[in-house]
């Protein structure tokens, strides 16, 4: 049974409804991951389900249970419950992070988001070949990537919609643009997705 995070896992089961978690597919209404201009990451989540019972009490309990948590571990205030929400059935919880790291630490999931040079200082080694979002059959290898040292790249490992602040210019073969041409969407959540945007 497909998770969007370990977040989610950890919610399901606190609220009872292992057996009733499922992802809502369609395109205007899936979990995405909003990386803001100032570092922050807004997670948007989405989860359909269905006509399960479940407690929203319970679950915005569970939830702002594990922020606390982390943000006493981490030192500071870096997650925040903005909203937990549901409307016939489907569950929407927003949360927003003080950066990737923060994102990472919190879900243990792999997410990097800042400059080409910035990710390899990091220890990605940035070899990959990456696509052309505008002109199809274009691609571009670890050279070319690193001399575009100052532009803004996001690398995750996680089956969700990706919408940057700015066009985005390349992305892996596992990775495919939105219907509005501004969302990255990761197909594959078993190894690392790079998407380059200004």
Wanted: hydrophobic share 35%; net charge negative.
């Amino acid at each position: 049974m497909k998770k969007n995070s370990l977040f989610l896992l950890a919610v399901c089961a606190a609220a009872l409804l292992m057996a009733g978690c499922g992802s809502k597919e369609t395109e205007e209404d899936v979990s995405t991951l909003d990386l803001k201009k100032n570092g922050e990451i807004v997670h948007t989540i989405v989860e359909d389900f269905g006509e399960t019972y479940y407690d929203l009490d319970e679950l915005k309990s569970s939830t702002q249970d594990m922020i606390t948590a982390y943000n006493e571990s981490a030192g500071g205030d870096y997650v925040k419950l903005n909203s937990a929400q549901m409307e016939d059935g489907v569950v929407r919880v927003m949360m927003t992070f003080r950066n990737s790291e923060d994102y990472s630490g919190f879900y243990r999931q792999a997410l990097f988001s800042g400059t080409v040079k910035e990710a390899f200082s990091a220890g990605y080694d940035l070899d990959v070949t990456l696509n052309s979002a505008k002109e199809e059959g274009t691609t571009i290898s670890k050279q070319d990537i690193l001399d575009m040292g100052d532009r803004h790249v996001a690398i995750v490992r996680e089956n969700i919609s990706i919408r940057p602040y700015g066009d985005i210019l390349y992305m892996s073969s596992d990775v495919t643009l939105g219907a509005d041409g501004k969302t990255a969407v990761v197909t594959n959540g078993e190894s690392l997705s790079y998407i380059i945007f200004k």
